[in-house]
Each structure stands twice: as C-alpha cells, then as structure tokens.
C-alpha cells in the first residue's frame, strides 16, 4: 500500500497501485516509484536517477512521428533511396535545399566532413528513421520521382 496526497494519489492509482490518505509517507512512495521506473528506462537508453527522463523520451518519440507524417513528397523522394535500394550512404551537394532541410530534421546526417563541391557530400539515414521505415513502409508513399544521384565517393584519377 501506498500513502500519498489526493492530487498524486490520483496519478498512482493510475499506475495500478493502492493509495491511502496518509500524507506521511508520499514522498517516499514517490521517490521509490522514481527509482524503479528510471531503473527500468535505464534498459531503454534513458538517464539513470531522473523521473523526467521517460518524459523527454516520450517527447523525442513523439516528435519523431510528427516528423515523419509532416514529410513532403520532394523529402520522401530523397528518402525513397536509401529504403527501397537499401542503400547506406547517398551524396548531396551542400547547397541542395531538401537535403539539408532533412538533416535540419535529423533523418539525415552528414556522414564525413570530406566531400567534392560538385560530386557532393556524404550523408547516412538515421538509424532511427531506417527502424521507421522497415516498421511503416508505406510511410513514403506518395513521392515525387527520385532525384539522379550524384557520383560521389573517390575520384576517377
């Protein structure tokens, strides 16, 4: 049995716990809930010792989806590559508009500071965003026709 106040015995029954009105021992039952749930959100790759941090997990999940519905065809298109080919790494020049709007979204990343001005730079997908993607397939439907792809990688010397 848990005591605790009216306003957090609320959220504790929530939780599936038995509540009293003794307001004694709230904070203690509070504190013994915290540690369990970040010891638990420790498996998940959440901070040890933090109540708030399944909070801001919650949040950068929930971000991440709204992200994903919010594509335009002309990012689902240069999305569309990296799926469907399989493919790990795909070059963008630095002054192309959707691929920095995606890094800027982080489902891209600038893969190596080295890269040619007109072949492009190197940029990977999101190991997060590939999960997505492998779970919803359908998430790009609706996209423009793919861009060439540039050369990329070494030079023919």
């Given at each position: 049995m848990v005591y605790c106040c009216s306003r957090r015995g609320a959220?504790?029954?929530r939780l599936g716990l038995t509540v009293s009105s003794t307001p004694t021992a709230c904070t203690s039952a509070l504190a013994s809930l915290g540690q369990s749930a970040s010891s638990r959100l420790s498996s998940f790759g959440g901070s040890r010792g933090s109540l708030f941090a399944?909070?801001?997990m919650i949040r950068r999940v929930l971000g991440r989806s709204k992200v994903?519905?919010?594509l335009l065809p002309d990012e689902k298109a240069y999305l569309l590559r990296y799926v469907t080919e399989q493919?790990?790494?795909?070059y963008f020049r630095?002054?192309?508009g959707i691929a920095q709007g995606l890094v800027v979204k982080h489902l891209i990343y600038q893969a190596a500071e080295v890269g040619d001005l007109c072949d492009g730079f190197a940029y990977?997908?999101?190991p997060w965003a590939r999960r997505y993607f492998a779970k919803h397939p359908d998430a790009?439907?609706?996209a423009n026709k793919p861009p060439d792809p540039?050369?990329?990688?070494?030079?023919?010397w």
């Open positions: 959220l504790l029954q399944p909070l801001s994903m519905r919010e493919q790990n790494t795909q630095l002054d192309d990977n997908l999101q790009l439907d609706g540039l050369p990329g990688g070494a030079t023919a």
